[in-house]
């Protein structure tokens, strides 16, 4: 019986010398991709030293105080009016799509896994694939200039974020009930309706509120490419080197996104349940 207990604790504490070897050999190899990594892109330590005060110069010497006189009139709040809708619509025409796509791009339950499933997962990779602020520049050279072009590009946000996170949550369902429904002849439409949205229904919920909160922000910036929103007084100050009226707007899009923050914090009370 000792002897059996020897070999027990024996085998333990190599069990946890290997993984603490393991470990070290991982941070190890990190530090060393790390140093590596900062090496082969020549990036100037030296110079995170002096950074801080040439920032701390930058902020309160140029542009602090923030000219709010400059912010808060009309032609910008105008912009802010256009980015909010810019960020409704957006949301909700991706988050119609999105619906759709993740019930295409969720293996366990498309209606097609020949052809719908990789359609499903092309328009994801797609969408994912391209950041926000090209699709507006894209979409600008195309359209024009103006908020039709952040619409579209914050739809295609939408689809990306809320239609990969959707089919993930659809692949993780109880099949028990889907099976059960086409057990009795249920078409895929009436399955999609009654067999799977009621199980994905409060995540969804929750996906759809957090991607508003999200493209909120990324709605602000979208000016910047000529594509509507209130970005574009943010470039045209910074070019223009005014820099106390483009602290003004950002001090006026951080006031824009902690409002969002709590209406997004409210909504998903009162709305999402895990």
């Known amino acids: 019986m000792a002897s059996y ?15 603490r070897l393991l470990k070290f050999c991982g941070l190890l190899l990190f530090l060393s991709t790390a140093i590596w990594t900062i090496h082969h892109l020549n990036i100037p330590i030296e110079r995170i030293v002096g950074m801080f005060g040439r920032l701390a110069h930058m902020f309160f010497g140029r542009m602090m105080p923030p ?28 988050t119609v799509i999105a619906l759709v796509v993740a019930w295409f791009a969720a293996w366990n339950v498309t209606p097609n896994r020949r052809y719908l499933y990789p359609l499903g997962r092309g328009i994801l990779v797609m969408a994912r694939s391209v950041p926000v602020l090209i699709w507006g520049m894209l979409l600008v050279a195309i359209l024009g200039f103006g908020p039709l072009a952040g619409v579209i590009a914050l739809t295609l946000l939408t689809i990306s974020f809320a239609g990969k996170l959707m089919s993930e949550q659809v692949e993780a369902i109880d099949m028990g009930p889907v099976e059960a429904m086409r057990a009795t002849g249920a078409g895929p439409i009436k399955v999609y309706l009654f067999g799977i949205i009621p199980q994905v229904k409060p995540a969804w919920i929750g996906i759809a509120i957090y991607n508003w909160d999200s493209i909120f922000r990324a709605s602000t910036v979208l000016g910047f490419v000529g594509a509507g929103g209130l970005g574009i007084y943010l470039r045209m100050n910074i070019q223009e080197l005014e820099y106390q009226n483009a602290m003004g707007v950002i001090t006026l899009i951080i006031c824009l996104v902690i409002v969002s923050e709590i209406t997004s914090h409210f909504l998903r009370g009162r709305f999402y349940k895990d």
């Open 5 to 19: 207990l020897e070999s027990v604790y024996q085998s333990y504490f190599r069990a946890v010398r290997i993984g």
């Open 67 to 94: 000219d709010m006189v400059y912010a808060v009139q009309p032609g910008i709040l105008f912009r802010v009016v256009e980015t909010i809708e810019m960020t409704f619509l957006g949301s909700f025409f991706g």
